[in-house]
């Protein structure tokens, strides 16, 4: 299948990158999900119309493979490099959304990373998956677990830039709740 295919692509090119593969349930704890990622009980993403909650309110579908990075964290001491794949479920349905899409993320956690290291391997990943000549933009963004945040798109063959992955660095919050000191340690994420 052409998801298996690419996923299998993405993970062994990762591997090849120094990243250990983990994973992880796909019924995660509101905990994993939201609260161990500085993601706010205010937060829009924690509201029932955009996220399957399950048992009594108490777990969720997981909205994305975050939950996975922070289970290996909790289980590594730094220096490391993993990276997860998996379905992921959000109410979303529309013409460019479904409720259960496919997601690879990765994170590094080392001494003295910064958002140069991040962006040299998305250029990496993305020139070989799709060419050397492939346009790049980072757009700043905004997520709870990462700042500063970016998102990447890549310029099409017919003009049109397209949006393929989320990253940034781990914000110190994030690695606290992990039990990594943020004074020695930095890192970056970013989910495709």
Not at 11 to 16: A, G, H
Not at 24 to 38: A, K, V
Not at 49 to 77: A, E
Not at 124 to 151: K, Q
Request: net charge negative.
């Amino acid at each position: 299948h052409p998801i298996n295919k690419i996923t299998n692509y993405l993970i062994n090119l990762l591997s090849e990158l120094g990243f250990d593969e983990i994973s992880g349930p796909e019924i995660e704890s509101e905990e994993f999900n939201f609260d161990m990622l500085n993601i706010k009980k205010s937060h829009p993403a924690r509201q029932m119309h955009d996220t399957f909650y399950i048992q009594n309110g108490k777990n969720v579908l997981r909205t994305h493979t975050s939950p996975v990075q922070i289970r290996g964290m909790l289980h590594s001491k730094p220096p490391f490099a993993l990276t997860s794949a998996g379905k992921v479920y959000r109410k979303d349905d529309d013409a460019t959304h479904l409720p259960m899409f496919h997601q690879i993320e990765g994170i590094c956690i080392d001494e003295d990373l910064c958002f140069a290291h991040l962006k040299d391997l998305i250029y990496r990943i993305v020139h070989t998956l799709f060419g050397d000549d492939t346009e790049i933009r980072f757009r700043p963004s905004y997520f709870p677990f990462t700042e500063p945040s970016a998102e990447v798109d890549i310029l099409s063959k017919d003009g049109k830039w397209l949006e393929i992955l989320g990253c940034g660095v781990v914000n110190p919050v994030v690695l606290e709740n992990c039990n990594i000191d943020p004074e020695i340690y930095s890192g970056f994420a970013f989910g495709l």
